[in-house]
């Protein structure tokens, strides 16, 4: 077949691309692939290869590829009205609406939503406004701030300082000194393997109260993490596991930052995460499923808890000193307006509770019983599948040896399925648009099963 080899030139001489190795990339030793089209949960490159996309872009495209409603929601903005600024009260007809839109799904204790363009620059907005209103408060001191070994929250400064995976950290003198971290609701990695979930969950809850004592609760801000760990690895939280943390903050006037980018309208077959999980935030992180990353958008819903204190602090010290240029623009809002409505209308929660029980179950029908599977995990439209040396002693297999990278490598070469390896750990992780079918299911399931005795027998 015919391809633009100049563009692959282009490609590796001018394009930076994220979490990438940047020396293979431009020196042509690692592949290169252009998409060129979608629809539904595939995706065709260039040459007209055609893939089944088992992770919805980046957990995002929730509500499948090749969405006219939404494109032409996002044209008809542009042409109305491409951009203007939220700043000093200024708002558009879609960004006022998908405002009221968000708030009537969200927890019943949630005031405003505040906008940005992806979960990064939201989780640093939710810090500072935690910092500010802990100066408000007269609090000057209570600004650290807890996030989780494995969680994921970003890669800007304070938000790789959340994230608890050392590639996010490695090089760049992160994590910043305001950032703490505690033990991962991780039940498989747990150290004592005698221990049951529930002395885990008291384990994990004795960590967290041991670290508040150490570094002293007048000095701890808030808490941050996601329902279930994400990029981490796919983690659903033990049972209990929620409820028992929620009262230690509440014990020593912690704030909860719920981090719902991956989770939010949908994933877990419920409109969030905190619903699911019982989970009472005083903000929560939204980006990808709020316009299924048909353009860039994300929010920070804040309590009415929180927004009292914002409104005093203005009171006090005028207009708030902070905005981004693009906060709430309108080709966002529109999409993510277009994007809510098709949610329900094709009811995708539903689905996605249903068709992923359908996926975790099957997957661990075919693959429980395989030798180097340690663990096959997940809830709603999410699964993941670790692989391990011996199951019976639970040992890893060397990073060095890339396991998990060779799985995920050779489920796209033999069955054209993207599955993505998971950082730290030999892990195969799966998030499909909540469009996915049972039949579709099944080839996920059929092709990672090939995969997986193809790499490991």
Not at 122 to 133: D, P
Not at 283 to 300: E, F, V
Request: hydrophobic letters at 40%; proline letters at 4%.
């Amino acid at each position: 077949m015919l391809r633009n080899d100049q563009l692959d030139q282009w490609d590796r001489d001018n394009f930076f691309h994220p979490s990438t190795h940047l020396a293979q990339h431009a020196r042509g030793e690692s592949p290169s692939r252009v998409i060129k089209t979608a629809s539904g949960v595939h995706i065709e490159d260039r040459d007209g290869v055609q893939l089944l996309d088992a992770f919805a872009g980046l957990y995002c495209v929730n509500v499948g590829y090749g969405r006219q409603d939404i494109a032409d929601a996002i044209a008809a903005q542009a042409s109305e009205l491409a951009y203007y600024h939220s700043y000093v009260g200024h708002g558009t007809e879609a960004s006022i609406t998908l405002s009221k839109m968000i708030l009537d799904r969200a927890p019943a204790n949630m005031s405003k939503v505040y906008f940005g363009l992806g979960g990064s620059d939201a989780n640093e907005t939710n810090v500072k406004l935690i910092w500010y209103m802990n100066n408000i408060l007269g609090r000057p001191e209570k600004k650290k701030i807890i996030s989780r070994w494995r969680g994921y929250h970003g890669s800007g400064l304070v938000t790789g300082s959340l994230t608890g995976l050392e590639l996010f950290h490695k090089k760049f003198d992160l994590p910043l000194t305001q950032v703490i971290h505690t033990e991962a609701p991780y039940y498989y990695r747990r150290d004592d393997l005698n221990q049951t979930e529930e002395q885990f969950v008291a384990h994990c809850v004795a960590e967290l109260e041991t670290l508040i004592e150490r570094e002293g609760p007048d000095t701890i801000a808030a808490f941050i993490g996601e329902p279930i760990l994400g990029t981490g690895g796919i983690v659903p939280p033990p049972a209990g596991y929620w409820a028992a943390i929620q009262a230690v903050l509440k014990k020593h006037d912690i704030l909860l930052v719920a981090d719902e980018v991956v989770t939010g309208f949908g994933r877990l077959g419920t409109m969030f995460g905190s619903d699911h999980y019982g989970i009472e935030a005083d903000i929560i992180t939204i980006a990808k499923g709020l316009t299924s990353a048909y353009a860039p958008l994300s929010g920070s819903i804040v309590s009415d808890k929180v927004w009292k204190v914002l409104e005093q602090g203005t009171d006090e010290n005028g207009p708030i000193g902070h905005g981004w240029t693009y906060s709430a623009h309108p080709i966002g809002a529109a999409a993510g307006v277009a994007n809510l409505k098709l949610i329900d209308e094709l009811n995708l929660v539903t689905n996605a509770g249903e068709v992923g029980s359908y996926l975790n179950s099957s997957m661990a029908e075919a693959l429980a019983d395989h030798p180097n599977v340690g663990d096959i995990r997940g809830e709603g439209m999410l699964c993941a599948v670790e692989f391990v040396k011996d199951k019976d002693s639970r040992t890893f297999f060397d990073a060095a040896d890339k396991i998990g990278p060779q799985i995920s490598a050779t489920l796209l070469a033999q069955d054209k399925v993207i599955a993505r390896a998971m950082p730290q750990g030999d892990i195969l992780g799966f998030a499909p648009p909540f469009c996915l079918s049972r039949e579709e299911a099944d080839t996920v399931v059929a092709a990672t099963k090939r995969a997986v005795q193809t790499v490991l027998g």
